[in-house]
Nanobody, 121 residues
Framework: VQLVESGGGLVQPGGSLRLSCAAS????????MSWYRQAPGKARELVAF????????NYADSVKGRFTISRDNAKNTVYLQMNSLNPEDTARYYC???????????????WGQGTQVTVSS
């Protein structure tokens, strides 16, 4: 399993970024995917989740209405469109693959290296 995140950078408050996560080494279309983020000194938190077909999507309350997760199974890539960014969104963003065991989702494979998003004027 290999996950490579990209698209981060420095953006002013109110700006937008689109993150990408390119997956390889597994059958991407069979797995749900999530974006997480971790700010310095804070625990890693779930940002967005999408099932294998994109039929079920969920967001953290803090990003609802501003972030959009999507995937392209033909390109083995999951995206995170981030709009109306604010300084509280500053963090390192990671994608992860998930598999369903019974009624519980668990991580499949390892984390990528992440991509840094900094929102500052």
């Amino acid at each position: 399993v290999q996950l490579v995140e990209s698209g981060g950078g420095l953006v002013q408050p109110g700006g937008s970024l689109r993150l990408s996560c390119a997956a390889s080494g597994f059958t991407f279309s069979r797995y749900a995917m999530s974006w997480y983020r971790q700010a310095p000194g804070k625990a890693r938190e779930l940002v967005a989740f999408i099932t294998s077909t994109g039929g079920n999507i969920n967001y953290a309350d803090s990003v609802k209405g501003r972030f959009t997760i999507s995937r392209d199974n033909a390109k083995n890539t999951v995206y995170l469109q981030m709009n109306s960014l604010n300084p509280e969104d500053t963090a390192r963003y990671y994608c992860v693959a998930l598999e369903l065991h019974g009624s519980d989702w668990s991580q499949f494979g390892s984390w990528g290296q992440g991509t840094q998003v900094t929102v500052s004027s």
